[in-house]
């Protein structure tokens, strides 16, 4: 058979040969890391070096990560957390149109059940945040503005290091602590983490898109931040997250972790060649292909294409029987037809149909070729 190509690292990275190899040297942690015996203290070790691992990488301390089963867990934590602590009757979030769904459902339904007050930031038609229409935005009940690093769908990177300074400057100003959460699952390997830099209280990553195993993430909490939780039953990760944490997984995160931020700028440099050359060969050869996002301020590795007269469910299909694997946007929404909330937001013609390709540690520009082949003969 022929071998497949896998075009779609921003739905999921597939687990790093160098972590699987340092996992699968560990022995699986028989104890349960909150028990006082001699096992439970070598699991609560171990957790605490992968935590201090983390740490390092985010330029934080070991007690401001707090591990997750998921990017969508930790975001709903970071939402439902702060306005859980908050002491105001009806706080106020102000998110983004084209927010991750974990991120808009969960203010949504805040919404619908009266905890909240919400504002939906518009974008502009590269996919960013107006800095100045954020200042505009901002109340003295708001509670919490999420804002992702880097857009799933589209490939646009926020400038949140000027949205923190208009909250920062904003606070100063009235008093109040208006507090700043990226979801920046997109951005391990790709962007710096450097949290004090950017300025944040809280962030969510997830290893699943950094090359670890699935089913662990991190929620990064600035120390001193009001937040609480929002599952009940245990005291584990100081109580802010119940349930017994996985001590392997935490192991395999933080060295994906690891050895992402190692390889990031040798590999963003790869990687955006690789980008430049396929939007540029897509849209000299395909009639009528049109780029998504912005063109610089976007991830190293995404290419988000519309094009005419086609079905981009069908053409996913069709590139998929050839061997190729790619998608039209988010892997959470992947069965709902119809576009998507970011194309919409970005006023994309719905006529039109959708790629959204991502590269990775393996992609090459002989595969990229083949796929631009391949996709030129389908759009005959």
Not at 45 to 59: D, F, I, Q, Y
Not at 185 to 213: E, F, R, W
Not at 275 to 292: C, E, P, Q, V
Request: net charge positive.
């Amino acid at each position: 058979m022929k071998k497949r190509i896998y075009l779609d690292y921003a739905a999921a990275t597939p687990l790093d040969r160098r972590v699987l190899k340092m996992m699968s040297r560990l022995t699986c942690v028989p104890a349960n890391a909150s028990s006082i015996h001699t096992e439970g203290r070598a699991a609560r070790s171990r957790l605490l070096a992968a935590r201090t691992k983390v740490a390092k990488v985010l330029t934080c301390r070991p007690e401001e990560i707090f591990f997750t089963s998921s990017g969508t867990e930790a975001n709903n934590l970071a939402l439902q957390g702060i306005i859980v602590a908050s002491k105001t009757k009806k706080p106020h979030i102000i998110t983004s149109s084209i927010e991750h769904h974990s991120v808009l459902a969960t203010t949504r339904a805040l919404v619908r059940t009266g905890r909240i007050t919400l504002t939906e930031l518009f974008i502009d038609g590269a996919g960013l945040v107006s800095v100045a229409e954020l200042s505009r935005q901002l109340r003295p009940n708001t509670a919490l503005v999420s804002i992702a690093y880097a857009n799933n769908e589209i490939g646009t990177v926020q400038n949140i290091t000027a949205l923190s300074k208009v909250i920062k400057a904003y606070n100063r100003k009235n008093n109040t602590n208006v507090l700043l959460h990226t979801d920046a699952c997109q951005a391990p390997g790709l962007l710096s983490l450097h949290v004090q830099n950017l300025g944040i209280d809280l962030m969510t990553i997830s290893s699943g898109k950094v090359y670890g195993p699935q089913g662990i993430a991190v929620l990064y909490v600035r120390h001193a931040t009001p937040i609480m939780p929002i599952l009940y039953g245990g005291s584990q990760e100081r109580g802010l997250r119940p349930g017994t944490e996985s001590v392997i997984l935490a192991e395999g995160f933080a060295e994906a972790l690891a050895l992402a931020e190692h390889m990031r700028a040798e590999e963003t440099v790869r990687l955006k060649k690789l980008r430049d050359y396929l939007i540029k060969s897509i849209l000299k050869n395909i009639h009528g292909a049109t780029l998504n996002g912005h063109l610089v301020q976007r991830l190293a590795n995404n290419i988000n294409v519309s094009l005419p007269n086609t079905s981009g469910e069908m053409l996913v299909l069709a590139l998929d029987r050839a061997g190729f694997a790619v998608s039209t946007g988010a892997a959470c929404t992947a069965r709902e037809t119809g576009q998507s909330h970011v194309l919409k937001a970005l006023s994309a013609d719905p006529d039109d149909g959708n790629l959204r390709i991502t590269l990775g540690r393996s992609t090459t520009k002989k595969e990229l070729d083949e796929f631009l082949e391949v996709l030129q003969k389908e759009m005959c």
